[in-house]
């Protein structure tokens, strides 16, 4: 059984996986909705633009963690392979800090951001204070610190079924790094 840890990360992982996926799909939804209302009515709506970039901020960063977590981000590991295996541990253990203190960094002045600018309104969406549309980044970057913990403590978790759902059927499940050492 996967530490308690572990269990609430992975909803932390599903939750982000839905908001993020959740968030392309009403923005696939209303940019569509901005085109037809300003080339075909001729009267175009001022909300779709900054709804969709706001949903695409939600995406962008909230995606991000997850991404991270799964470890499906972009990383030129070309010095790191050549290295030997304990310097490769080493450069994976600082990788972590230094990925730590940005998304502290990022938590801490984005969040200082989200609230300075909460007294001021979008002009085409006044009723949405300027801080909720910055929210995504400090929320994002702090749901990043929870796995980079995660993963300095209990590893990548890029090989459990959770993570990788769509390489296969449940048979490849069980074909995990952990597993192969014992055949």
């Given amino acids: 059984m996967d530490p308690l840890y572990i269990r609430l990360m992975d909803r932390f992982y599903l939750a982000s996986i839905w908001l993020a996926g959740a968030a392309i799909f009403f923005m696939s939804l209303i940019i569509p909705w901005g085109v037809f209302t300003r080339y075909v009515l001729g009267t175009g709506s001022q909300w779709p633009e900054p709804i ?6 939600v995406f962008t960063f909230i995606g991000a963690a997850a991404a991270y977590r799964a470890n499906a981000h972009i ?3 070309m010095l790191t392979d050549v290295l030997p295996a304990p310097l490769r541990k080493l450069s994976a253990r600082v990788v972590d800090l230094l990925m730590l203190l940005a998304c502290l960094f990022v938590t801490f002045y984005g ?3 989200c609230l300075e600018t909460m007294g001021q309104s979008l002009a085409e969406l006044p009723w949405l204070p300027v801080g ?6 400090p929320i994002g970057a702090a749901v990043t610190i ?3 913990l ?14 990788r759902y769509e390489e296969g059927d449940a048979s490849d499940a069980t074909d995990t790094p952990t597993t192969e050492g014992a055949r």
Wanted: aromatic content about 12%; proline content about 3%; cysteine-free.
């Fill in 150 to 163: 995660e993963r300095m403590f209990y590893g990548t978790q890029n090989h459990r079924p959770l993570v």
């Fill in 52 to 57: 969709a970039i706001l949903l695409m901020m």
């Fill in 75 to 77: 990383a030129v590991t």
């Fill in 111 to 113: 969040a200082r951001l």
């Fill in 132 to 137: 909720v549309t910055y929210a995504s980044l």
């Fill in 146 to 148: 929870l796995f980079v």
